[in-house]
Every structure is written in C-alpha cells, then in structure tokens.
C-alpha cells in the first residue's frame, strides 16, 4: 500500500517563501510521475506541479510559473516543491501524489482510485 507524508506548509507573508516535503512508503521504485496539488476552500483540486517518471517533463500550473519549482530524489522518494514570491492566491491545501498522475499538454491531473494523504496548509493572508 503507497502511503505519502506531506510536511512543509505554514503560513507566510506575502513575498515569502515554503519548502514542501513528501515522503512516500510502499513505491516499489521512484519511477512514476509524481506531483503537487493544491485545494482551496470552495474550489476543486488542482494540479500545480508535476514531474514525469523520466524527468524530462515538467508541468507548472500558469500562476506558479516562475515562483514554484518541483524536484525529487527517486532514490528516497521524496518529492519537493519549493514556493518563492508566495500570494494570497496560494493559500490551500498541498496535496502530493505519487501515483496515477497523468501530465498532458495543458495539465496534470490524477486518475479516480487514488488515495490521498492527509496534505499540508499552506496559508498566505491578504
């Protein structure tokens, strides 16, 4: 059973920046796409980052272009997003996924099953 941590979030000022952390349990290798998503209150879920298997492809959602930036350590598992010149408009909650996540041209998204972790708020006041 995969199983995902996500730490990091908080809350920040305008302008400042958040690391966030996944940690994953069960992947039998790092090999799959992974990614962040993000859910505000009274909105659906959003892919905002992700990370083809191979990493050759990335994908940022317009708004974070420039201000987000993916990365992982297959080895460990781990995938991070760093968040710098943060908005108003961040304010969420992060979700990672590890599996099931599909990247096309203008998107990422998760294919219906999934399970997903607890998540991490990130809060960034007006």
């Known amino acids: 059973q995969v199983a995902v941590v996500e730490s990091g979030g908080g809350l920040v000022q305008a302008g400042g920046s958040l690391r966030l952390s996944c940690t994953a349990s069960g992947l039998t290798s790092g090999n799959y796409n992974m990614g962040w998503f993000r859910q505000a209150p009274g909105k659906e879920r959003e892919g905002v980052s992700c990370?083809?298997?191979?990493?050759?492809?990335?994908y940022y959602e317009d708004s974070v272009k420039g201000r987000f930036t993916i990365s992982r350590d297959k080895a460990k598992k781990t995938l991070t997003l760093q968040m710098n010149s943060l908005k108003p408009e961040d304010t969420a909650m992060y979700y990672c996924?590890?599996?099931?996540?599909?990247?096309?041209?203008?998107?990422?998204?998760?294919?219906?099953?999934?399970?997903w972790g607890q998540g991490t708020q990130v809060t960034v006041p007006s």
């Open positions: 996924a590890v599996t099931g996540v599909i990247i096309g041209k203008n998107g990422c998204a998760r294919a219906p099953g999934f399970d």
């Open positions: 990370i083809s298997w191979s990493d050759i492809t990335t």
